[in-house]
């Protein structure tokens, strides 16, 4: 498990192919990977890594299988990219973002970048499936950070998130452009909440579901609002 409080960016010092299989080396900041041991996970960039090998100093090894290359933006790496990192989460320590499993669930686009004074915002473009999940003051995790959601229009299909000069100098938010591909993992709490309520309504009123659904939108809204959960305190 993860906290969401990204931890350092790391360097891709190499990378090997082969069949179904990619490794990466990456080469982390000073001290980060200090009692690192083989077998221990790292979120890289959001995805839940496992090191296979160490190299002394600051250099670890991880293997990244085909289909994990495919869902997430691990796939475009190339030597000397850059990628969030955080060590697992120990035994009573702070949660200072929210739990996250390193499970990927979706990669987002980033649709737009507003740069009001001493911040940054990120719009980020998900398929509509996903953006049932996503409301505003909730929790989202993009490539591993955990952020507050501070506006999210579902009939558009974005979200946008405010960060912080902090954020920005232990990140890699500040090298992203439009159209850059994010990994994004929802919330769990949200997304078994949000689901919970959808089946019921569908398994209560059956055919006219569609009816409610139809009502719904003519009003500008839609029954992913019915399955709104409570208002969770703000992560930044």
């Not at 409080?5 to 990378?15: D, S, T, Y």
């Not at 085909?66 to 000397?80: D, I, M, P, V």
């Not at 669930?105 to 499936?129: C, F, K, S, W």
């Amino acid at each position: 498990m993860f906290t969401g409080i990204v931890q350092g960016v790391a360097q891709v010092a190499a990378i090997t192919d082969r069949p179904g299989l990619r490794s990466f080396r990456l080469r982390f900041p000073p001290g980060f990977a200090d009692g690192l041991e083989i077998g221990a996970s790292v979120s890289c960039d959001g995805v839940c890594l496992t090191v296979t090998a160490l190299h002394g100093g600051d250099t670890a090894d991880f293997d990244v299988m085909q289909q994990s290359l495919s869902l997430t933006t691990l796939g475009a790496l190339a030597e000397g990219g850059r990628l969030n990192v955080e060590r697992a989460a120990r035994d009573g320590a702070e949660i200072g973002g929210h739990p996250l499993s390193g499970h990927v669930d979706v990669t987002g686009t980033l649709a737009d970048i507003r740069q009001p004074e001493n911040n940054h915002v990120l719009r980020i473009a998900l398929p509509p499936r996903w953006m049932r999940y996503v409301f505003a003051k909730g929790y989202i995790a993009i490539n591993g950070a955990s952020l507050t959601v501070a506006e999210a229009d579902r009939q558009q299909g974005w979200f946008e998130v405010w960060l912080i000069p902090e954020t920005l100098r232990m990140t890699t938010f500040g090298d992203k452009q439009p159209g850059d591909a994010v990994n994004i993992e929802i919330e769990r709490s949200t997304q078994v909440f949000v689901d919970t309520v959808r089946d019921t309504l569908e398994e209560r009123l059956g055919p006219l579901l569609p009816a409610l659904e139809a009502l719904l939108r003519e009003r500008g809204v839609s029954t992913d609002e019915l399955a709104r959960p409570p208002l969770a305190p703000p992560s930044t």
